[in-house]
Each structure stands twice: as C-alpha cells, then as structure tokens.
T-cell receptor, first 117, second 111 residues
Framework: QVQLVQSGAEVKKPGSSVKVSCKAS????????ITWVRQAPGQGLEWMGR????????DYAQKFQGRVTITADKSTSTTYLELNSLRSADTAVFYC??????????WGQGTLITVSS | NFMLTQPHSVSESPGKTVTISCTGS????????VQWHQQRPGSAPTTVIY?????PAGVPDRFSGSIDSSSNSAFLTISGLKTEDEADYYC??????????FGGGTKLTVL
C-alpha cells in the first residue's frame, strides 16, 4: 500500500517562496500521477496541478500558472510543490494525492503553510 | 471556465438515504470521469467513489455514484446513513483540457 508523507508545517513571509515535499513509500515510482490540492482555512479543495514523476511532465491550473512549479525526484520517490510570491491568501493546507490504481487512490496527510508578516 | 456546482449543505436522519448532486457548468459531465471525496473535520480527504460509480476497497456499498446526462450532473448517494458519514463531500472531474476541477463541497449533517 503506497503511503504519501508530506513535509512539515511552515511559516513564510509575504513575497517569499515555499517548497513542500511529498514522499511515496511502500510502492514504486511507476507511471502514476501526483496531484497537488490546496485548501484554505474553512474553504473547499482546489486543484493546483499534477505531475507524472516518471516523465517529469507537469501541468497546472490556470489560476496558478507562472507562480507554481511541480517537480519530481525519481531517485527518492519524492514530488515537490513550489509556490512563489506568497501572499496571505495562500495560507492553506496543501495535499498531495496519487493517481495510481484510480485517481486520488492515496492522499498525503497535508502540510499547513502560513503566510504572515 | 468549467465549474462543478454542489449544494452547500444537506442533512438527513440516521438510517435514511441522502443524495448529493454535482452539476457541470458546460459540456458533458459524462465526458470525463467524476470522483467523490469525503473529508472529515481535521483530516485529509479520502476517495469514496472513482470513475463515476466505482468504490475503492474498504468503502461500504452504502456509497454509490451515478451520472445523469440529461441534467449534466453526477450524484453521490449514501444509504443507511450513519453518524460517521457526517463530513464534507467534494466531487471532482476534469475540464476540456484535462485539468482537474473540484466542486465547492457539500456539508453532510446526520442528525
């Protein structure tokens, strides 16, 4: 059973960048996808983008184009979400989720990013 | 922009059946698979329905999914409601460029 383990909570300054990691364990880095989802406090889920780690190909929701980068390190089975030009509205929990046997068959535990001066 | 619209909240009594709708703003909702995700307070989401009507292992058969092309809607039906089903439910699909979209979520209260 694949488990996704995300990096810990961070506090960032407005205008800075953050890089969140998502490590897959208990499985292989085969031709599945990793999707990143944002959830602001008290709000719904928001699809940010996804990557096929084996190929390194990523695509992004239009809302985040130019501000987000999703990458993968096959050697460590880890996927990264980098978000730039942070603002207070980016304060949220970020989830990674795997598309393997089916879309979103495993979810990470979530990473809280707080943007505050 | 393609959007999925859900009711903000629904409520029903234990043992009853509830259905949550998810309506596509354009195109055909039947053209791309719909997933449903359950999120209990303070927890990460989990998938309860994938590919319109498939249940992951471990999800009880009280949960079912369906599509109605005439209303361009997907539906999540939960029968024999239990208090543990109380959660937020999100539908998810893809737009015409195959980018993901979530519905706004529905808060299910079992009272």
């Amino acid at each position: 059973q694949v488990q996704l383990v995300q990096s810990g909570a961070e506090v960032k300054k407005p205008g800075s960048s953050v890089k969140v990691s998502c490590k897959a364990s208990g499985g292989t880095f085969s031709s599945y996808t990793i999707t990143w989802v944002r959830q602001a406090p008290g709000q719904g889920l928001e699809w940010m983008g996804r990557i096929i780690p084996l190929l390194g190909i990523a695509d992004y929701a239009q809302k985040f184009q130019g501000r987000v980068t999703i990458t993968a390190d096959k050697s460590t089975s880890t996927t990264y979400l980098e978000l730039n030009s942070l603002r207070s509205a980016d304060t949220a929990v970020f989830y990674c989720a795997r598309g393997g046997q089916f879309p979103f068959d495993s979810w990470g535990q979530g990473t809280l990013i707080t943007v505050s001066s | 922009n393609f959007m999925l619209t859900q009711p903000h909240s629904v409520s029903e009594s234990p043992g009853k059946t509830v259905t949550i709708s998810c309506t596509g703003s354009s195109g055909s909702i039947a053209g791309n698979y719909v997933q449903w995700h359950q999120q209990r307070p303070g927890s990460a989401p989990t998938t309860v329905i994938y590919e319109d009507n498939q249940r992951p292992a471990g999800v009880p058969d009280r949960f079912s999914g369906s599509i109605d092309s005439s209303s361009n809607s997907a539906f999540l039906t939960i029968s024999g409601l239990k208090t543990e089903d109380e959660a937020d439910y999100y539908c998810q699909s893809y737009d015409s460029t195959n980018l993901g979209v979530f519905g706004g979520g529905t808060k299910l209260t079992v009272l």
